[in-house]
């Protein structure tokens, strides 16, 4: 799904981001990207959806070398890349419905097919009684979330997140992460990028780990707390929430809860 | 995405966005409809006069003033000479007691100049009615040229001449309109594309979002250069109704002003006030697409 060969990013002053890192990522695979800040996280993520261009290696992703694809064919690579950042990037002064729906949008999706999309993947993030809300109305944890429907409304194969709960408080981080679990249990490959250790040993997946823009390790963790967190207990009832269904009208459902 | 759907998504957004910032849109509407305004007022004025010009040319005629003590058997003879020249459409001799008699009809208070004289004050003289059409030969030139150095002649008066003047003139007022237009579009465009570059910068955070999710260059730019076709197009349709006002003003006093009835017989074709609404359209378009063309929105 994802293939690193060597690569490494130098900018113009001669800074090096990253620096011969080379991994691979199966499809429907959960990884923690982790290091200290400046460690070459976010370079790397964006790496992967074409926002930054190696200085050298190569970047496979679902087989398509990414470091060589036209300008003009990114975009058909984003649309099956969902991504989420710590401070949510959400338009302010456009609903929830209209964050979400800017793929649809760019798809040619028509009002009602977009409505139905923006409802499935609101509904997934337990915010489909938000459609027409505007984000300063919501909270950090209900922001994220938003930024996560958007991301995954077109039912993308990869979804990375970089820092996504950096500015959440622990018990709304907790939800989110779960949200993520959740979309990698559909199927979805997640990378998610945090520097919080504590959160990686609990949840425990695998665990790339970055220093000064070096790969330090590439390690699989078990998890001390995996019950908290593990979305096994919630399977069934996420496979049976199928994202097909007919739109059934906004929802009055209330924000997912970990559970304690 | 079907083009179709894009170009509505484009209208609304653009809309969306001029309604948002309908001042600094307004600014840029109000510059392109007085450029176009001023552009269309220099039409309007060449296309009346160069009109003017050419019908007077149709009423043209050339007067050959003769010496005093021509005779009337004389004159006739002369007459049917100059019947015969080239694009002489009719020969009036005008003898030098008709000529007297036509002085006192047309300016009755000034009919004591021309009484007690003891010769005609007068001169005869034959009045030559021009083709239009063939009028401009050189060998009707040559043909006046013969008779000015006639001794019969003493004078030969051509209407052309002042004509020619005036037709120097529509051309002047014309470049002068094309000179002035074009600075006034550039001002313009320039307005257009500040404009544009401010909505753009107002909007970086959302077209980073859409870049982000997959949008194509040509989807992310679209509303904004829908935006700046929407700017001119306005303009130019403001600008086509305040020049057809002024018009109409003009045009309702032509019976009582000179200037309004050389400058104001006719209002522009259908097909001048399209190019007009065009020129704004694509000036609007020119100063989206040139204001954003380096930039990375």
């Not at chain 2, 043909?143 to 030969?156: G, H, S």
């Not at chain 2, 006030?273 to 020119?286: D, E, K, N, Q, S």
Request: with cysteine.
């Amino acid at each position: 799904m994802i293939q690193f060969f060597h690569v490494s990013k130098r900018y113009p002053g001669g800074q090096t981001a990253l620096d011969d890192v080379t991994f691979h990522v199966p499809r429907g695979e959960f990884v923690f990207l982790t290091g200290a800040s400046g460690a070459g996280k976010t370079t790397l993520l964006r790496m992967i959806f074409r926002e930054e261009v190696p200085s050298g290696g190569q970047i496979l992703v679902n087989g398509r070398n990414v470091s060589s694809i036209p300008e003009s064919k990114i975009p058909y690579l984003r649309r099956t890349i969902g991504v989420v950042f710590q401070d949510f990037r959400l338009i302010g002064r456009k609903t929830v419905f209209e964050n979400v729906t800017y793929l649809p949008r760019v798809l040619g999706v028509d009002l009602q097919g977009q409505k139905r999309m923006a409802y499935l993947a609101l509904r997934r993030v337990g915010l489909a009684h938000r459609l027409n809300a505007f984000p300063p109305e919501l909270s950090g944890g209900e922001q994220q979330r938003v930024a996560i429907a958007r991301a995954l409304i077109n039912e993308p194969d990869i979804l990375i997140a970089d820092e996504p709960t950096g500015n959440l408080d622990p018990d709304l981080s907790r939800e989110i992460l779960r949200l993520f679990l959740e979309v990698n249990l559909r199927g979805t490959t997640v990378i998610l990028a945090t520097h919080d250790r504590d959160t990686i040993q609990r949840i425990g997946r695998r665990v790339l780990t970055l220093e000064g823009g070096r790969l330090l390790s590439d390690q699989e963790l078990p998890g001390t707390d995996p019950p908290v967190l593990d979305p096994l207990a919630d399977a069934e009832e996420i496979a049976s929430s199928s994202p097909t269904e007919p739109l059934e009208g906004p929802s009055s459902d209330t924000p997912a809860e970990a559970p304690e | 995405m079907s083009f179709l759907r894009a170009l509505r998504y484009f209208c609304r957004e653009a809309a969306v966005n001029l309604l948002r910032s309908w001042k600094v849109s307004l600014l840029a509407i109000l510059t392109i409809a007085v450029s176009l305004f001023i552009g269309g007022a220099f039409l309007l004025v060449s296309g009346n006069l160069a009109a003017s010009v050419e019908r007077w040319r149709g009423e043209m005629r050339v007067v050959i003033y003769l010496r005093p003590d021509t005779s009337e058997a004389v004159l006739r003879r002369l007459a049917a000479e100059a019947a015969r020249g080239p694009g002489v459409a009719a020969v009036e001799p005008v003898t030098a007691a008709a000529a007297r008699q036509r002085f006192r009809k047309i300016f009755p208070g000034l009919s004591d100049l021309v009484a007690g004289w003891q010769d005609e004050p007068l001169p005869a003289s034959l009045e030559i009615g021009l083709d239009s059409r063939t009028a401009r030969l050189p060998a009707h030139a040559a043909w006046l040229d013969a008779w000015r150095k006639r001794p019969e002649v003493t004078l030969v008066d051509d209407d052309r001449e002042w004509l020619g003047q005036l037709e120097t003139v529509v051309a002047v007022v014309r470049a002068t309109g094309l000179a002035l237009v074009g600075g006034l579009l550039g001002a313009a465009i320039f307005t257009i594309a500040s404009v544009i570059r401010l909505t753009a910068y107002l909007h970086h955070e959302e077209t980073g979002i859409m870049r982000l999710v997959g949008a194509t260059e040509f989807f992310i730019r679209g509303p904004f250069y829908a935006e700046g076709l929407l700017q001119g197009l306005i303009g130019g349709v403001l600008a086509s109704g305040a020049l057809y006002g002024v018009f109409q003003v003009l045009h309702a006093r032509r019976q009582s002003s000179l200037f309004s009835s050389v400058l104001a017989l006719d209002f522009l074709s259908p097909q001048q006030m399209a190019f007009l609404v065009l020129l704004g359209g694509a000036a609007g378009l020119f100063g989206a697409v040139a204001s954003l063309r380096r930039e990375e929105l």
